[in-house]
């Protein structure tokens, strides 16, 4: 194929939608992740201490370090199933942003402090 | 003029890592909008991809440093717990701010959603820099993808903008200060 050219039907067939759905649907549950972890090291003391990775950072350190891995464990579970295949991306980016806007949402104190 | 080593160091993550940040979001949306719109628009040039391809990757080290000097080198500082006996809380800004009832929100709301409410910025810019490497031109018909990566980008300038003006606020009424001393300039007296 050209360099100069544009893309077509083809090309789409041979670069299945199925690498870029994993990784959409692992940065929403990543992202995700972040707000719930957040919450449960805030109401039980038990997870706050097992969060405690490094001691100046407190909590937050076991908090973004668990969400990052968990995304990145989930990212190569999605990508290993659905990158040689095509896949409902609608549902799938539907489903992403709405984890998105939920980890805005509920790092948001006032409403973290609900639970 | 002179100023300290933690001062520094908040200078780099918000004024360079975390404001470059949020500039470079307004030219990556732009990119991606103009360029990847469109089946039909104008022919893209490999030169043109790669320069994305390395902005936006760019990009996500540039947010993997603002939430890492954030969380490990700045907010110990923030956070620390003074000796018993302290007169003074300038050098512990979390403890001034919640020393006032007409500051403690600053903590309580402002740095609490600050520091989780950045780190959905590094995943988000990852995977849109990751999801164009490999499918750049295609993603004009790939439309969902498309769609996927420019509003993650978005909100990933939305979570800098919360994050940067909480910070910049925290750090106007508690600085994080302290450490060893840089003379930048030495002034003339009159």
């Known amino acids: 194929m050209s360099s100069q050219s544009t893309s077509s039907a083809p090309q789409a067939r041979l670069n299945p939608n199925g690498a870029g759905a994993a990784a959409v649907l692992a940065a929403g549950i990543g992202s995700f992740l972040v707000a719930a972890f957040a919450i449960l090291a805030d109401k039980a003391a ?3 201490s097992l969060m405690n990775f490094y001691k100046p950072t407190g ?4 908090v973004t370090t668990c969400s990052i891995v968990a995304w990145l464990a989930v990212w ?3 990508h290993r199933r659905w990158s040689w295949r095509n896949v ?3 549902r799938v980016v539907a489903a992403a942003f709405i984890l998105l806007f939920l980890s805005f949402l509920l790092t ?3 409403i973290a402090d609900l639970f | 003029m002179e100023m300290t080593v933690r001062g520094l160091w908040t200078m780099i993550h918000g004024m360079g890592f975390g404001a470059l940040y949020l500039m470079a979001c307004s030219g990556a949306l732009v990119e991606l909008y103009r360029r990847y ?3 039909l628009g104008p022919e893209i040039k490999v030169e043109d991809e790669r320069f994305l391809r390395i902005y936006l990757t760019a990009m996500a080290v540039l947010a993997w440093l603002t939430v890492l000097t954030g969380a490990y080198i700045i907010y110990p500082w923030y956070r620390a717990v003074p000796p018993p006996g302290t007169a003074s809380l300038a050098a512990f800004p979390q403890r001034l701010l919640m020393s006032s009832p007409t500051t403690a929100a600053w903590h309580s709301i402002g740095m609490e959603w600050k520091e ?3 780190w959905p910025v590094p995943i988000s810019i990852t995977m849109a820099a990751v999801v164009f490497s490999q499918y750049r031109r295609s993603l004009r018909i790939h439309t969902e993808l498309r769609a996927a990566v420019l509003g993650f980008v978005w909100a990933s300038l939305l979570a800098t903008g919360i994050a940067g003006f909480f910070g910049a606020m925290l750090n106007k009424n508690a600085p994080v200060s302290g450490g060893a001393t840089i003379h930048i300039v030495q002034g003339e007296q009159k």
């Not at chain 1, 909590?59 to 076991?62: I, K, V």
């Open chain 2, 37 to 39: 719109r469109s089946p």
């Open chain 1, 46 to 48: 038990l997870i706050k």
């Open chain 2, 116 to 118: 989780h409410v950045a």
């Open chain 1, 88 to 90: 409902e991306v609608g």
């Open chain 1, 76 to 78: 190569l579970i999605l």
């Open chain 1, 59 to 62: 909590p937050l350190s076991g």
């Open chain 1, 108 to 110: 948001f104190p006032p």
